[in-house]
């Protein structure tokens, strides 16, 4: 506007609102949520070269045989069988873990997965051993091989349990009621849950293996820093130093003589030679189906088992989204969860048929083992295969490995297990972290999946398998047992339970749902196609609902 001729002067412009800022942004970034972790090296289907691969190969194979003779060493003594049986078990289970690891990587949830034994099935075998306790036999090897034909007929038909959850789909339907704010505790408990193998395992031999953790660390993670040429090197390849190192002190230690005095247990845990397993293992033996002998079916045997097989669902479901993480790819779909859990079914009927002690699901400690190398490929865990068929065919050299001591796996597995635990803590990242509804139910769930399982594992005989339940049907004593000795199974309980209760609608974002629910369909995400297809064409002989 023009006055007088004169234009006047422009209004003041109004002061700059004042923005509150957050609490603490002036002293640090914030990180925003990540859906893939950016420090793997290799992720899914990005492979190292192929002189790495072997190598990452053998140290997966090596991590996982800690279970298998910890399994073989806790079941075998108490079923009668002495070294050599012992030694025909780990073969057996070697065998039939490299055969469910190539299936899962080709035609189950397609991840860089190792299948190993389940500890979740030793109370429902320690049932079995106890049955048979009071029957005479003609020796203790007739008593080790009518248990061993019992327990085969018990993963038989038990393993129906897994076929039907999958393959009808009722699992992967399941699992799209879980969110974030469920998937933290669950996928923390899977890791904290197993604490027993870890720091009371190694404190067995304290000399053992509190140095091989010590030495873990220290060239893991400090010296991989002091040269960039040592970096890939040491991050990759250090576990494998390690234990060699520790390995032959505790010889050195064994020859020296320094445990010629001490207790039998702890001549046990140090000693290089107390396995006795280079010397009753086989030099050449291929497992084969019933080679325990026919299967005896009892229904009283049964029913733990069950329990057992609907643990392992829950277990290798967690242990599944614990890996899809330290992979690079995206949570497992349902369909996918699905057609795993139908295919864990059918190893585990192989297990049954190939006579191995227990039944197998996904191993914690080589998913942890991802996260160590920060290598996710999954051509890797598919070569790891090809050493498990070697060492469980070749007796005299599988055996040299096995004869490790154990407190050097129990040191490997505080590291492993941790970081298994911690990657579940991720998950809350894609939640109101602020929110008091959530703390309230990943609190709960998280506590209550380790307090109750360890409740249940403190009041459980050992020698015979009986728990804190006790009512007049032993079979339903065993289902319970199992079920809520396992921590994952309990958190996963507790969490689904009360997120899906307690104003679930109300805080349908806060819960993390709309980034979850996505990826639990198949076109939810683009990238589903990409992590999960079949190889080859497979897809074409195969039904589509398992797609």
């Known amino acids: 506007m023009v006055e007088n001729g004169h234009q006047q002067p422009p209004a003041p412009a109004p002061p700059p609102p004042t923005v509150q800022q957050p609490l603490g942004a002036a002293r640090g970034p914030a990180y925003p949520p990540a859906e893939q972790l950016l420090q793997l090296n290799y992720c899914i289907h990005s492979n190292p070269s192929w002189a790495q691969t072997a190598i990452l190969a053998f140290q997966h194979y090596i991590v996982m045989l800690g279970s298998i003779v910890m399994v073989a060493s806790i079941l075998v003594p108490r079923m009668g069988g002495d070294p050599g049986d012992k030694a025909r078990v780990i073969q057996a289970l070697l065998f039939m873990s490299g055969l469910n690891t190539l299936l899962q990587a080709l035609l189950g949830t397609r991840l860089p997965t190792v299948m190993g034994p389940s500890f979740a099935y030793i109370l429902a075998v320690l049932s079995i051993i106890n049955d048979?306790?009071?029957?005479?036999?003609?020796?203790?090897?007739?008593?080790?091989?009518?248990?061993?034909?019992?327990?085969?007929?018990?993963?038989?038909?038990?393993s129906f349990i897994n076929m039907l959850l999958g393959f009808s789909r009722a699992w992967g339907e399941f699992t799209k009621i879980f969110s974030p704010v469920i998937i933290v505790p669950y996928v923390c408990v899977v890791g904290l849950g197993l604490f027993g193998r870890g720091f009371p395992q190694l404190a067995t031999c304290v000399e053992i293996g509190l140095p091989m953790l010590v030495f873990l660390v220290v060239f893991q993670q400090y010296m991989k820093r002091l040269h960039p040429a040592a970096h890939p090197i040491l991050e990759r390849f250090a576990l494998l130093f390690c234990i060699g190192l520790v390995w032959a002190f505790a010889a050195i230690l064994t020859v020296a003589g320094a445990y010629n005095n001490a207790r039998d247990a702890t001549k046990r845990s140090c000693r290089t030679d107390r396995s006795y397993l280079m010397s009753s293992a086989p030099w050449i033996k291929i497992p084969y189906p019933f080679q325990w002998g026919t299967p005896i079916f009892r229904a009283s045997h049964v029913f733990g088992m069950m329990g057992a097989a609907l643990v392992t669902t829950v277990e290798s479901t967690g242990t599944f989204i614990a890996a899809s993480r330290f992979a690079g790819a995206t949570p497992p779909p349902a369909h996918v969860l699905s057609r795993s859990i139908g295919l864990?079914?059918?190893?585990?009927?192989?297990?049954?048929?190939?006579?191995?002690?227990?039944?197998?699901?996904?191993?914690?400690?080589?998913?942890?083992?991802l996260a160590l190398t920060h290598v996710g490929s999954r051509r890797v865990v598919q070569i790891s295969t090809a050493f498990m068929f070697f060492f469980s065919i070749f007796g005299k050299f599988g055996a040299f490995f096995a004869s490790i001591p154990l407190p050097i796996f129990a040191a490997i597995y505080c590291v492993l297990y941790g970081l298994v635990a911690a990657v579940g803590v991720t998950f809350i990242q894609f939640t109101n972290n602020n929110s008091m509804r959530n703390i309230y139910v990943m609190g709960l769930s998280l506590f209550l999946g380790i307090s109750i399982a360890q409740y249940f594992v403190m009041n459980t005989d050992g020698g015979s398998g009986h728990g804190p339940v006790h009512t007049g049907g032993g079979w339903f004593n065993d289902i319970l047992n199992t079920i809520f000795s396992s921590g994952p199974m309990v958190a996963m309980i507790v969490g689904t339970i009360l997120d899906n209760t307690l104003d679930a609608h109300h805080a349908h974002d806060e819960r993390g749902v709309p980034w979850w629910a996505p990826f639990q369909h198949k076109k939810g995400d683009s990238r589903n196609e990409e992590f999960y297809s079949f190889p080859l064409r497979f897809n074409e002989y195969i039904p589509t609902r398992f797609l």
């Open 344 to 369: 864990q079914g059918i190893g585990q009927l192989l297990d049954g048929i190939f006579g191995s002690i227990v039944g197998t699901n996904a191993s914690v400690e080589n998913v942890g083992l």
């Open 132 to 158: 048979f306790r009071d029957e005479d036999f003609s020796s203790e090897h007739e008593r080790f091989l009518h248990t061993m034909r019992a327990i085969q007929g018990s993963l038989i038909i038990s």
